[in-house]
């Protein structure tokens, strides 16, 4: 007989993991208030079903009703073999139709055989149609005095409201890892199986929060390993998880290696590692950094020990801002590798912009800086046609003076190259124009001109958009320093007009104001048009 089914708890004080569970119906079984139906929802392996057939023996051992029952009088054992008349267990995969329901509600009628109460337990109650489970409401609502049903599920959210509504609901929660660990210490150890406190923890991290599964892992290591495991046996029976190659990648991104990087995940592709598995074992990674930076004990439930540990230990070796830009890119990366035709594509870019967005130096490339002459202000119209033998001399348009932004050269110390500011304007613009959507006109057409240490110039199309973005320039630098992780001060210039022919006429002072933009956003205009009349 498999492990699970040996190991299965045969009451109350057996079922690990559930303590608010078995508090609660142990209460309402000695005091005597049972209900007619239950409903108990939670992930696999958590003991939904062992739960409800340990209830059916509280309310029908000899003894009972009870939150104790002894297991070896004649009902319990009955029980326990499977052979009891009075309690049914119905698969509702198999059993979903409205014509397999009006049999159980024709059957429910009549008085138990032998015991007490006559219990249901529907496994896979969310597979029941939907004329199934119309079919099942009058009866679930006012079933006969000696009829006690329970309901187990993976997935409460499908059953209809009606059902849920009539029905006491018990959330089983995924098993601790360290209350796993310790439930398959005791069994191994009863088993005889030779396996370490790292191999238990590999098994539980596998089994992701259902000891049913780890117990079919662990005997399925036991008769690979002869009885003997270590981590190299699991990994030879089951492969290597996820997680080995996001701790990889993970002391990649702290030793800000991107080549370690790029290996760990070739060879997790190599080795045909699923790899949105791998991008989300990596968003958990960084998660645990966080929050051991923020509180290690919160670590206690999700981690066995020497990892939570291990977690506490390399939270300081990274950066808060670098940890949290991991968890905006990654996440960002795991939704787009359910979609990509290359997945492994998405992981590689975000791990990538993570390492060198946060790299203590990058090298500035050689870049001739353009000369930035005296631009007319568009607002002035141009000189009557006689003047234009002999123009006077006028004073060069004055352009926004530079604002630095918080922090500053001295703060990070860190050069950029044209290239990089330029490869991240996209998301730069993106970030800036969430907040404030009146900077799409004004960045619809800047280009990123020049870089100069921490001083970068925009080329302004016209002094009406550098007008916007100098009332806005605190969102567009905060944008900068997000997606960049260096704080930059913004300069702007304007670009040179475009040589006029002579038949084109002279614009006008008011239409020399308005923003020359064929793919301009005219709601950004209108907001925008609203926050000066709001303001004035």
Partial sequence: MSLYRTWRPKSFTDLVGQDAVVTTLSHALESGKVAHAYLFSGPRGSG???????????????????????NTCELCLSMLEGSALDVLEIDAA???GIDEIRALRDAVKFAPSVMRKKVYIIDEAHMLTKE??????????????????????TEPEKLPVTILSRCQRYAFRRIAIPTMIERMRTIAAAEGIAIDDDSLAAIAYRADGGLRDALTMLEQAAAFGQGDISLATLDLAFGATSRNYANSVLQACIDRDAAAALGAIEEASDAGADLHVLARALVAEFRNLLVAQIDP??????????????SAQRAPEMSQMMI?????????????TRTSGNPRLEIETALLRLIFSDAPTVQAEPQAQPATAPVPSPRVAPAPPQSRAKPPERPPAKVPAPIPASGGAEDTGKELTLQRVRAAWS???AKAEATHPPL???????????????VVTLRMPDAWATEVLTEHLAALTEAVADVLGVALTIRTTLEAAAPRSKATAAPGPAEASEPNDENFDPDALFQYAQERIRES
């Fill in 297 to 310: 004990a919160l670590l206690a439930r999700d981690l066995a020990p020497e990892d939570a540990k291990r």
């Fill in 48 to 70: 939904k079903t062992s739960a409800a057939k340990i209830m059916a023996r509280c309310l029908n051992c000899i003894g009972g009703p009870t939150a104790s029952p002894d």
């Fill in 94 to 96: 198999s059993n979903r």
């Fill in 440 to 454: 799409r006109i004004a960045l619809s057409r800047a280009v990123v001109d020049a870089i100069d240490g921490t």
């Fill in 324 to 336: 949290l830009r991991a968890l905006r890119l990654l996440p960002d990366a795991l939704a787009a």
């Fill in 132 to 153: 199934g489970a119309n079919a099942f409401l009058k009866t679930l609502e006012e079933p006969p005095a000696h009829a006690v049903f329970i309901l187990a599920t």
């Fill in 427 to 429: 998301h730069i613009r």
